[in-house]
């Protein structure tokens, strides 16, 4: 690549908030025509430069050029107008309006008030037939898939002529199938001229669409590299600066004492599911979505089912949350901003709710009992706060699962359901996690792990529930020879 | 960061409040000639106690995410049942029990409506603010009149004008009760804990083990109770029971609460807040009466103060989350 070109370049860009600096004067290149991956944990500084090449933040020192020409967007409109474009992690589609009326949106062209079609329909229409030939301009937007309504927004932002295409983390909510098939359109984007900043927390993507990577930590850009040539190590060693191999530890503890027992349970969706869970242990289920791991988690959390559940080999006739809480079992949900976290409330708040008593002296809460308690969760999962009092939603979202975590430990239930435990959590945080759930299986707590992520079950669990509609096909052992092709093909459904 | 700067971030709302009270107390004091008598200032005190009496119940409602349009209603139908059972010969103490529990009565109603069954407060707690309201009309015209006036024992009339100390008026000693258990509940109880947790998310409360209904239910009847007490207290306190009394206090109620920095959607506030909102609401009405400005101009006042401290919450608000 002799002649290559860059579409932007960014010298010395620096942004600071009063008091922090967010960004400590950051210098690299984007290559024209390539597709250029941003990683790094969350707070690291990806996002406040993405901000400032979009106009949404000002940047306070620092050169940004655009194909050559100096850029310094005041606001979003003129970084628009400069032909950046950014498909936000959040889908930013009018699901009641038709594809047409979305393609449109903003710039219906009328006649005395009466709409008239817009010129640029055309053009529009053409660039989506060539994504996908069976989105029709008249659905509504709300009857299509997540991966057609991002064709859309990728549609949207290609008609805007942007040479640009920042990229939001827009796996999140996709589908293996559907991943597949923007990486497919990501490629034809290149083709066609569009430089791409791709922004991800999943280092596979970046392994299979990548050209250049840029690591970001503390405010810092670390490095910038091709892709070419460069091992997942490699780039995990740069974005913590230390050697992170997870792989799979068997829990120390005897697990022989069964604590919990399941028969034959039935529900609308679930078919004789039957399960057993010892002390010490980490038990995961393994399902593709629609599989039935979420029904298994709420029946073990006090929903209705037939069938039968024995805690401690006691029949276990609780029925809702509170029976399930009060027989030792604690959850830690999988929306964790929804369902886990008090947001408006501290950390030494969110803690011990779960078990007030424990902060209670003659009844009374007890400051002093509420700030050791806080600050011993603290310590011990090493979480990253201003003090005790800093506010939840303020926290980074791994910070955030371990005082989840922490709310449950203080509950000292004995089986403890951790539904994606570490979903939206940085690589960092998500070892730090995965070594917290270890730890608590080792003090002979017992651990169910619902997860969609393979790699995370493999690498935690001690025996893995393999489930497909609604049904175990299959409960397995972890050791060195499991294997991960036999696993995928148990989940897909195929007969073993 | 050093304390001060820690108590003025974090307390922004309330040093606001205190500003504002300090500030129309000196513009009164010079332009009236009026407001700086005990009797004047006793007069705001006895307005502001029964808003203070329910709003301390009403505001750790509020902080759970809901709220009680009824309060007003509840308060002239206690006012009205007690002073129908006074004049018909039932003894007062068994009077006064009876309608307490008439009282917790409708907070039932409303616990089942909103926190059991799960219709939106305001539609909910609205229909019982138009049931109650029409009951006291027609106990009222039982008893064959607009008001409830002739015929009541003196005992009835001496409650409320009791004086605790020989000076003290007995509605400002049941403020200061309802303040200090409140602020006792907010701080150091388990209710007042879970309160906070299921205002800042209540699925996420539910999951945590909390009893969301429960403690919301049992909000719902101690503010009708409040509301109850608060009726007897003013009925008895006038000498008549009068069905259309109270008549919008609900909002006198919920514009304390949010002007004391409680969130209308849960898990931030305090009673010391709600305290000075109440200070506010009331001196101000106070300037207003005592400059002679005419009672329209009042109703505009009240809006603009009603707008302003909502702005006032979200800005604050904002300022918070994006630190």
Redesign the interface.
């Known amino acids: 690549m002799a002649h290559q070109e860059n579409a932007i370049e960014i010298r010395n860009v620096g942004k600071e908030f009063p008091g922090v600096r967010a960004l400590k004067g950051v210098s690299f290149d984007i290559i024209k025509n390539t597709v250029h991956c941003i990683v790094g944990e969350n707070g690291a500084g990806k996002s406040t430069l993405i901000k400032i090449l979009t106009g949404a933040y000002e940047k306070s020192s620092g050169e940004i050029t655009l194909n050559g020409k100096p850029f310094s967007p005041l606001k979003v409109r003129d970084a628009m107008s400069g032909g950046i474009s950014v498909l936000y992690q959040e889908l930013n589609v009018v699901d009641e309006l038709t594809v047409e009326g979305n393609l449109t949106l903003g710039k219906e062209k009328h006649q005395f008030w009466f709409p008239t079609k817009a010129d640029d329909l055309k053009i529009a229409e053409d660039i989506l037939k060539s994504f996908d030939e069976s989105i029709k301009l008249k659905t509504l937007v709300g009857s299509l898939s997540v991966a057609q309504k991002q064709v859309i927004e990728i549609t949207k932002a290609l008609c805007a002529e942007c040479s640009v295409l920042i990229m939001d983390e827009p796996t999140a909510a996709l589908s293996l199938g559907e991943t597949g098939k923007l990486f497919k359109i990501v490629e034809q984007l290149k083709k066609n001229g569009v430089t791409i900043i791709y922004i991800t927390h999943k280092l596979s993507e970046i392994f299979e669409i990548g050209d250049f990577v840029s690591v970001f930590k503390d405010g810092d850009m670390v490095a910038t590299q091709p892709i070419e040539g460069m091992t997942s190590t490699d780039l995990v060693k740069m974005m913590l600066g230390k050697v992170v191999a997870e792989s799979y530890i068997p829990s120390k503890g005897d697990r022989s004492e069964k604590i919990l027992e399941v028969k034959n349970i039935r529900t609308r969706k679930l078919q004789n599911i039957s399960f057993e869970l010892f002390k010490g242990e980490i038990l995961g289920f393994y399902g593709l979505v629609g599989a039935g791991k979420t029904e298994v988690s709420e029946i073990l959390?006090g929903h209705e089912y037939e069938g039968e559940v024995r805690i401690n080999r006691k029949l276990a006739n609780f029925k809702g949350?509170?029976g399930?809480?009060?027989s030792g079992l604690a959850?830690v949900?999988e929306e964790r901003r929804?369902?886990?976290?008090?947001?408006?409330?501290g950390i030494r708040?969110n803690i011990?709710?779960?078990k007030?008593t424990n902060i209670?002296k003659h009844g009374?809460?007890n400051r002093q009992k509420e700030n050791q308690l806080a600050d011993r969760y603290i310590k011990m999962f090493s979480i990253a706060a201003r003090d005790r009092n800093h506010?939840l939603?303020?926290l980074s979202g791994g910070n955030q699962q371990k005082v989840v975590i922490s709310?449950c430990l203080n509950?000292e239930s004995d089986i403890i359901l951790m539904d994606e435990p570490t979903r939206g959590v940085d690589v960092g945080a998500k070892v730090e996690i995965h070594n917290i759930i270890r730890e608590l299986a080792n003090q002979g707590k017992s651990i169910i792990v619902f997860s969609s992520e393979l790699q995370e079950i493999v690498n935690l669990c001690d025996r893995i529930v393999l489930m497909y509609d609604g049904a175990v096909r299959e409960t397995l052992h972890n050791g060195d020879d499991i294997s991960m092709d036999h696993i995928m093909e148990v989940v897909a459904g195929k007969e073993v | 960061m050093n304390k001060t700067t820690y108590f003025l971030q974090t307390e922004t709302q309330k040093v606001v409040l205190v500003g504002i009270i300090v500030t129309i107390m000196i513009v009164l004091s010079f332009t009236s000639p009026h407001f700086l008598t005990l009797r004047n200032f006793t007069n705001v005190f006895l307005k502001v106690a029964v808003i203070v009496i329910i709003a301390s119940a009403a505001n750790l409602l509020m902080i759970t995410g809901n709220f009680d349009l009824s309060v007003g209603s509840i308060l002239a139908f206690s006012g009205i049942v007690h002073a129908y059972m006074c004049k018909h010969g039932v003894p007062i103490e068994l009077s006064m029990a009876i309608t307490c529990l008439a009282a917790i009565g409708w907070g039932s109603i409303n616990a089942l409506t909103v926190s059991v069954i799960g219709i939106n407060p305001v539609i909910a707690t609205v229909g019982t603010l138009f049931i109650a309201r029409g009951l006291a009309f027609l106990i009222a015209r039982w008893d064959g009149g607009a008001n409830i006036m002739l015929g009541l024992p003196m005992e009835f009339v001496d409650f409320g004008r009791e004086l605790i100390f020989g000076k003290i008026p007995l509605a400002i000693v049941m403020m200061v009760a309802a303040l200090a258990i409140f602020i006792f509940i907010e701080k150091k109880t388990v209710i007042g804990r879970y309160s906070f947790a299921i205002g800042a998310n209540q699925k996420a409360a539910r999951l945590s083990g909390i009893n969301v209904v429960g403690i919301v239910s049992l909000l719902y009847l101690i503010v009708a109770l409040f509301a109850g007490l608060s009726g007897i207290l003013q009925a008895s306190r006038v000498g008549l029971a009068a069905p259309n009394v109270a008549k919008g206090m609900e909002f006198d109620v919920i514009v304390a609460i949010i002007l004391g920095g409680t969130s209308m959607m849960g898990g931030k506030g305090s009673t010391i807040g709600m305290f000075l909102g109440a200070l506010v609401v009331g001196f101000a009405a106070n300037g207003l009466i005592l400059l002679g400005i005419p009672f329209f101009y009042q109703s505009i006042a009240y809006g603009l103060i009603l707008i302003v401290s909502l702005v006032l919450n979200q800005r604050i608000g904002i300022k918070e989350g994006d630190s």
């Open positions: 959390y949350v509170r399930a809480v009060s959850l949900p929804e369902e886990g976290i008090f947001g408006l409330l708040e011990p709710l779960m007030l209670l009374v809460v506010q939603a303020l709310k509950r």
